[in-house]
């Protein structure tokens, strides 16, 4: 665990990806009740 600006690097990373994830699913689940 070298670098706290890695660390925080990473966790910025996997929260936007998660949030991406998210919203694309939510995106697909609405054209798949529309």
């Known amino acids: 665990m070298r670098g706290v600006d890695g660390?925080?690097?990473v966790s910025l990373f996997r929260a936007l990806i998660?949030?991406?994830v998210v919203v694309t699913a939510?995106?697909?689940q609405g054209c798949?009740?529309?």
């Open 18 to 20: 998660s949030t991406l």
């Open 26 to 28: 939510t995106r697909q």
């Open 32 to 34: 798949i009740r529309d």
């Open 7 to 9: 660390g925080r690097g």
